[in-house]
């Protein structure tokens, strides 16, 4: 907690193809705590990747909530994190 992190995401389609150009945006949401919730914003870093930048102020359980637009239809992906004093972990989701 209160030092910056990284979530790294790869969006693929049905077929496994990079889905590049997608716009995400969302909210590191903490349910427990009002007014300390983080807009976010993810940079597109490679064909298909994105990262999201981080930095939860405390420790807890914070539910990172994320919209993709650029298809047909809007997505929406929500995963809750636990974020400790020291966080060392790795987020691995295959979103399609």
């Given at each position: ?30 349910n427990a705590h ?63």
């Open positions: 907690s209160g030092q910056p992190g990284v979530i790294h995401l790869l969006l693929k389609d049905g077929a496994g193809k990079p889905l590049s150009g997608m716009s995400i945006s969302g909210l590191l949401y903490r009002a007014g300390i919730d983080q807009p976010l914003t993810a940079a597109q870093t490679r064909d298909g990747g994105y990262e999201v930048r981080i930095t939860p102020p405390e420790p807890g359980l914070w539910e990172l909530r994320l919209q993709v637009t650029g298809t047909a239809e809007p997505m929406s992906f929500s995963h809750r994190l636990e974020v400790t004093l020291n966080s060392t972990g790795v987020l691995n989701n295959d979103v399609r």
